[in-house]
């Protein structure tokens, strides 16, 4: 059996950028994650290819539909495309913090890159994580995560510097 919990911090990173403050009273990134890899456990047997990059996209649709679901409990609709969010986010998270790439090695690395940035990202306090991966790894202007997290233009361009600051120490760039 295929052990699932190295995905948990990039499912979480995933789940963190499509759950406004407001709405995680009702709806907790955590639960959403931990229901993904429970589901994920149960229907592994039938899964035939269990390459990362096929095993990250069956991840992330498991996440989009519980996603979906608990939109839907809520009558709450997303303002863009759920599928275009999550892989756009996801996308992002591969290349941060990374300049170009070859194109042969290319898959692989920016999924491990992905799964790294997700656990380094647990380093930094929970708020400075999620304005770095709003900001770089999701698109959202300062409005617009200031909205998302409910917090002050102030307050998020601090979360952003001191977070980055952090993240360059604990993840120094490839020479």
Not at 3 to 17: F, M, V
Not at 66 to 81: G, Q
Not at 111 to 123: F, I, P, S, T, V
């Amino acid at each position: 059996m295929q052990d699932l919990g190295e995905y948990r911090e990039w499912l979480k990173a995933l789940a963190l950028t499509q759950i406004a403050a407001d709405l995680r009273g009702r709806i907790d990134p955590s639960d959403i994650v931990q229901l993904t890899l429970c589901e994920a456990v149960r229907d592994l047997p039938h899964s035939p290819d269990r390459t990362r990059p096929r095993m990250m996209a069956w991840l992330r649709t498991i996440l989009r539909h519980n996603l979906i679901d608990a939109f839907r409990s809520l009558k709450y609709t997303p303002r863009i495309s759920l599928d275009d969010s999550l892989a756009m986010t996801d996308a992002n998270m591969s290349r941060f913090l990374i300049a170009d790439q070859s194109a042969v090695s290319a898959g692989v690395e920016r999924d491990e890159r992905a799964l790294e940035l997700a656990e380094r990202l647990k380093q930094l306090t929970p708020a400075q994580a999620e304005a770095i991966l709003l900001k770089h790894c999701h698109g959202m202007t300062v409005e617009e995560i200031c909205r998302h997290m409910q917090r002050s233009p102030e307050a998020v361009g601090g979360l952003l510097r001191h977070g980055l600051r952090r993240l360059r120490e604990i993840w120094p760039p490839e020479e």
